[in-house]
Each structure stands twice: as C-alpha cells, then as structure tokens.
C-alpha cells in the first residue's frame, strides 16, 4: 500500500480550467511517497477542546480538553495526537497600518556594512512618531552567506533559528574592524565581504561570551541551538552537503570545528536576544513586529539534515504553470512528508510556528496554499511537470490557531496566486487574514468593478515580489516581463496602452474623491492620493511599502530569476534619518494615520 490517494490527478488553474496531471509524473510523485505506514498514528483536531465524537473511543474525555498538545494512548502505547486549538485565532485590534521593508535593505547613518536588529528600533519610533504599530520585513533566518552563497530569506538553513547576520556587533561590544564596512556599490549588498567582515568580528566576541552563565541558561532552554551550532561546525569540517558524509552524525558532530560551532551558538544567542528586546519594546506601546515563515528550508540544511526522512528526497517544491510564470516553478527545497509529518503529530511545523511567534507580534505565512497541497517537481523535471500533494489542512490551521492564542499573536495567510477554495474558506472558518494588494487590484479603479480590501484581509500597497507604486505607473513590470521573454512586442504595447488607460481612470477616481486636487498632479500626490485611498479600505491592516514615500522603482525580487536581478541585495535609496526628516514623508505617513482613523 503507498500512499499515492495522497497526489491529485488533476487541478484547477487561475483561470478556472481543468488540468490533468500526466498518469507518469503521478507515479513518479506516488513513488517518492513510498509505503504508507501499516499502523499510522492518528491526529485529531478538538477546536475548543471539544473531541470530536467519531475519535472519543480513542480519547474518552468528559469535558473540554485544556488547550494544547496531547498523546492519545492505549496503556503505554502511543496511538497520537490531539491538537486542542481555539476554532477563532487572536483578532487583530482595528486600523492597524504600518511598513514593510527588509532588515537588509534599511540604511540608518551608523549602519555597518548592513543594518542589525537594533536599528529597526529606528523605523519602530518613527512609525510610532506618526500612529503607526506594524513593521513588516522578510525572513530574518539563517542562510548560507560563503560560498557557494544563497541569501535569499526564502532558503533558510534552518526555520528555527535567527540570524546572526543581524546582530548588533557593536552592542555586543565587539571590536572595531580597522578595515572600512563594505559599501553598497550601485545599492546592491556584497553579502560575501559583509559576511567575512561580519564573521572575523563575531568570533572575537564568541570567545569572550563561550562561558557566559546567560548563554549557558538559553543553551539549556533551547538545546537544538547547541545540535545546530555543532552542525554547522561540522559543515565547515566535513563540507556542505551532508550526504557526502562518510561518518555518522554522532562522529559528524564531534569532529566540527569548534571555532566554527561556538560561533553559531553565540550567534543564535545574541540574535534571539536582540530580537526579544526588539520585540519587547514593541508590544510595551501597541506596536508589532511583523514576520513571513518562509515555507521550505535548504536543501542542504540543518533542518534536512536534523529531521531525516521527515524530507522527501528527489523532490523539490514549486508551482505549477500560470500567466506569469508559463513554465512552472521550481524553488529548490525538499518537501515534508505529509504522512510522516502527521506521524510525529507534525513536530517540526509546530517548533517552526512557535520560534516566529515567541517575538513576531503578527506572523504571515508563505504561500499559506501550503497547508493544503504542495506541487512536488521530480529531480531533473520541468517545473511543469509536476503534481500536487495533499496536506492535512484542518491539522495545521489547528497548529496556527494554538500557537498564535498561546503567544498573542496574529495570523495572515498569502492567498495569492492558485488558491483552493477550501484553503480561503479555512482562513475564513478561523478568522485568520488574508492578503490584498492593491497593485494587483489598481487597474480596476475607476470602473464599477473597482476592488476594496476586505475586513478579513491585510491590505498591501505592493509586495517584496512586485515593482512598487512608482514603476507600476511607468509600466516597469510590463517591461520586465518582456525583458524575461514572458510577453511579445505586441503584448507589450497593448499592454502599455491598457495601463496608460488605468492611470486616467485612477487618477479621475482619486480627483472625484477629493484625494487629488488636480489631473495633473505630480506622482507623489497621485501616489500619496492612492495610498490614502487604500488606508480608508475595512482591512484588518494596512501596510504600505515604505519605499513607495519615495517613489521607488527597483523591485526587491524579481520571481523567477537568480542571476538575472540583483534579488534580495537592494539597500533603501533613504537613510532612515534622513526620510524621518523629510517634511513631504512624513506628510504622507499622517494622511495615512489619518485614513486608518477614519476607516
């Protein structure tokens, strides 16, 4: 018996149509997922604690089960798992707004070759200046920063630790570097010579703090720091890709290199701590760090390697074909294993949800359709030739809802793209948020279909994987979609006319509305215009690129390539000082208070 009931034969795309999946690449997935498991553990979902009636023979209870984790057993035999999780996630307190931008990208005058944790205090006090509560940013996980080097936040090493890229060396009193931090040239990262400058001075405050007794407690708190701090020590010993390994994983971990291992360990121990004073402060004046859960880890991770079978080799997860991205994609990390996932009444989902929640005052899932079904690509296929497999939906919406009541947090799922209906209907069952852009939704203003954000939404002016406002307006993404070879010549000029036409219909909605004064305004009073028009939306939150107060054109992301842009290096054209004290800016962030208000 294999567990292929779990690959769907067919789908159904943006569009509405029917896709079936090639009978071959279902077998093939079919056979990644190997043998079911001939006695597998059960996994019961009690919202409020209720035990549904069809499971009480395994988990008599007489009344509502404490909220929380449980073992159903038979004797000393451990049948599963009940996941008693409020049927509603926490409410996020109405007109909420705030910012979004990368830690990376954030540029402050005592920024060292890239910004640390202690700066987004910055950004937090100025939001704060202005009635804001919600800093959005990226990932703030580990990647692999030597080479062969992968920054992207989304391909973390592993789910379950901070970054120690962003630690606020200075405060940490370490010494300062006679050689100058590297510059952005042409506002683009060097991660290589950051990284190496980074490293040279965290080694020196690791051996200083390797016996301090508060590292010592968080050690034994957190005791998978220490079994990942080892793993990358083995790493630098042993190489990159652990499958290489001649020795086993008890002989891999004593032979790492102790330079190496002890600064991780003291790494992950001044992030996390930099990270909870951030937070802290925060939430002591209503404000909200805000973080994504990137949906995979590398391949080559601590979390792939630490888990085991947990991952599925031969398989990498993507997306299947749409209008913008005709062949597919292929993201370049392995998938869970639904079935063994259920086995350990889904373990490491839970420490993933619980480490963001511990500082993330609003957490956003990634590609939340995730929770529901995955598209698997087979090694060396097209990203085309995929299928997906399904996800325990109820069982992990069960695990959001918990771990979000349990820490006070909130919950936003990006619903963007190929959407099942049951995985918006699930957001809605649970009073978790969906996402809104408001780019996506500009060409309908002005015409009687014209889109507002809804109550159950966080609203965005634009996303880290689109062009901001400013190159919207220009046509910057039909440009580069004809630069990638994914419209002709003559789909883009149709396509120019089509958003030439949309500008006069937005702009003669914003002059009705009286957010413009005049059709011939200037951009930043069309923009400003636009971003008061999104603020006054029902949306649960607001959050506005904060590049868009400046009128930004470069993207953060380009999906769908790696060497082509310049992806996830870009510094923000503004020191924060410097925008904080620009009269237009902060004009801009008042009227969107003032919306808020209003809305």
Same mark, same amino acid.
């Given at each position: ?68 984790? *449980? ?35 954030? #540029? ?11 700066? %987004? ?14 800093? %959005? ?104 890709? $652990? ?10 971990? !004593? ?9 991780? %360990? ?28 990137? %949906? ?58 619980? *480490? *963001? ?26 990203? #085309? ?88 307006? $220009? ?6 979609? *004809? ?34 004064? #005049? ?19 029902? !949306? ?38 410097? $925008? ?6 902060? !004009? ?12």
């Amino acid at each position: 018996m294999t567990d292929s009931t779990l690959v769907l034969r067919w789908w159904v795309d943006v569009a509405g149509e029917t896709v079936d999946v090639d009978p071959a690449i279902v077998d093939q997935v079919a056979h990644a997922l190997g043998d079911a498991t001939s006695a597998p553990l059960d996994v019961v979902v009690a919202w409020d604690g209720i035990v549904p009636t069809a499971a009480l023979p395994y988990a008599p209870s007489d009344g509502p089960l404490p909220l929380g984790y *449980h073992e159903l057993r038979d004797g000393d035999r451990v049948l599963g798992t009940v996941i008693s999780a409020p049927r509603l996630a926490p409410t996020v307190p109405p007109g909420q707004w705030g910012v979004f931008l990368p830690l990376y990208s954030l #540029r402050t005058h005592r920024t060292n070759g890239i910004a640390c944790y202690g700066e %987004l205090q910055g950004l937090f006090d100025w939001l704060h200046d202005h009635g804001g509560e919600v800093v %959005l940013t990226l990932p703030l996980l580990p990647t692999y920063l030597d080479e062969p080097a992968d920054w992207s936040p989304y391909s973390p090493v592993t789910r379950r630790m901070w970054s120690e890229l962003y630690v606020d060396l200075d405060a940490a009193g370490a010494p300062h570097d006679a050689e100058p931090a590297p510059v952005p040239i042409d506002g683009l990262l060097d991660y290589p010579a950051i990284h190496a400058r980074h490293t040279a001075r965290l080694d020196v405050v690791a051996e200083r703090l390797a016996d301090h007794p508060e590292l010592r407690e968080w050690v034994a708190d957190n005791p998978l720091a220490e079994t990942y701090a080892r793993f990358r020590g083995a790493q630098a010993t042993l190489g990159r890709d $652990f499958r290489t390994w001649t020795v086993s994983d008890l002989d891999a971990l !004593a032979a790492a290199d102790p330079v190496v291992t002890r600064r991780h %360990l003291v790494g992950c121990w001044l992030a996390d701590r930099q990270l909870a004073d951030l937070a802290g402060a925060a939430r002591a004046r209503g404000q909200l760090l805000a973080l994504d859960v990137a %949906l995979g880890a590398h391949p080559d991770g601590f979390d792939t390697w630490h888990e085991g079978d947990l991952f599925v080799d031969g398989m990498s997860v993507g997306a299947p074909p749409d209008p913008i991205f005709m062949g597919g994609q292929n993201w370049g990390f392995p998938p869970v294993h639904p079935s063994r996932s259920r086995a350990t009444g889904h373990r490491y989902i839970r420490e993933t949800f619980r *480490h *963001h929640v511990r500082h993330a005052g609003l957490l956003r899932l990634d590609h939340v359709m995730g929770l529901a079904r995955q598209w698997w690509v087979p090694e060396g296929a097209s990203p #085309r030739d995929g299928a997906y497999v399904r996800y325990p939906l109820e069982e992990l919406l069960a695990i959001a809802c918990l771990e979000a009541h349990l820490a006070g947090a909130y919950i936003v799922g990006e619903n963007l793209g190929t959407v099942p209906p049951e995985v918006n209907q699930g957001l809605l069952d649970h009073g978790l948020l969906g996402i809104h852009v408001a780019l996506d939704d500009l060409p309908t203003w002005g015409t009687d279909h014209m889109v507002r954000a809804g109550r159950l939404t966080m609203s965005m002016s634009s996303t880290h994987d689109t062009v901001p406002l400013a190159s919207f307006w $220009f046509g910057g993404d039909l440009h580069r979609s *004809h630069r990638f070879g994914l419209i002709s010549v003559e789909r883009l000029e149709q396509q120019l006319q089509d958003r030439a036409a949309a500008r006069g219909r937005i702009v003669d909605q914003l002059v009705h509305d009286h957010r413009l004064s #005049r059709r011939d305004s200037p951009l930043a009073e069309i923009v400003s215009g636009i971003l008061d028009e999104l603020a006054s939306h029902p !949306a649960a939150v607001v959050t506005i690129n904060l590049e868009d107060f400046w009128l930004e054109e470069r993207p953060q992301n380009a999906p769908g390539t790696f060497q082509e842009e310049p992806n996830w290096r870009r510094v923000a054209a503004r020191a924060l000082e410097d $925008f904080a004290s620009d009269p237009e800016t902060s !004009a801009m962030a008042d009227r969107v208070d003032r919306a808020r208000d209003q809305s």
